[in-house]
């Protein structure tokens, strides 16, 4: 029998270190998501504004700081429903110049009849997205190669979609333009990884009594005896850790320029970081990965704030 949760199988290993996204919260404003870096954990001392016993009253949180990178839209696509299928494909794409040229895409040519285009067939479309680049060049991240990641553009009806994009098209983004502090968000990561492991520390089984078969550490029958091959229910070694891990309806507790970073900055930098240089979020809890990790920040898609977004009080910052 296979303990734990059945929800995070298979234990396999990321593909990728930008976690994917399957989905957005139609409600978005601007952008449904950014990009940000895990620089580590503190505390801070907040007024209790939930229901809980604890109401109106100071209490000490667990937080995790988050640096954002400078970001800039390269570009929008527009994506159509095949007839056929009813599949959604990419249909056209209108790219900057000159952010594309920084990026080392050749050959653009942008004009505003393309823009125009986009407008005057927006029936066609089912969903709009920008076309995002990072630059963790001045971070503490020991990346120098350009982000290129893709954000769902906010909007009730395709045209204001469209709209939205083109006051976005060749700008920087800022993260105080798309959230707010005291929404609810859904960060998206990579959990740490740990290698090859055994079943025991791998799937949580119990060790063998001491004169069992000569083996401890070990999940014993592999299967009935008439089966061919090996289930997948059975618990096996195989690789620990570094898998896709999102969580839902995290706080946003403060949202800071670099002018504000000795704010949040812990004497000598956080441990496996260093110090903050640039904009930063604290999210209330913690986030999954290690320091220097990608997280991929989203507008909550469970909708904790239809009954409002309150404003954080926090008196103290642990540095």
Known sequence: MVKGSMQYWPHRRARKRLPRLRNHSPSAEQLSNIIAFKAGMTHVMITDDSNSPSKNMEIMRPCTVLEIPKMEVYGIRAYGKDGITGYTTAKQEVLHKGTAQKINIKNVKTDESKLDSLKNNAKEFSKISALIVAYPKELNVEQNHPLRFESPIGGKTI??????????LGKTI?????????????????????????????????????????????SATLGSFGDHKVRWTVPQAGQMGFNYRTEHNKRILKMGAKEDVESINMSGGFK????????????????????????????????????????????????
């Open 174 to 218: 800022r993260i105080s333009e798309s959230f707010k502090n005291g929404e609810f968000v859904d960060v998206s990561s990579i959990s740490i990884g740990k290698g090859w492991q055994g079943v025991i520390k791998r799937r949580n089984l119990s060790m063998h009594r001491r004169k069992a078969t000569g083996k401890r550490r070990h």
């Open 159 to 168: 045209q204001e979609q469209l709209d939205n994009a083109a006051k976005l």
């Open 272 to 319: 496996n970081y260093g110090p903050v240089r640039s904009d930063f979020v604290v999210i209330d809890g913690s986030v999954p990965g290690p320091a220097m990790r990608l997280v991929r920040i989203r507008k909550s898609i469970r909708e904790r704030n239809a009954a409002g977004i309150k404003e954080p009080k926090i008196s103290y910052i642990a540095k």
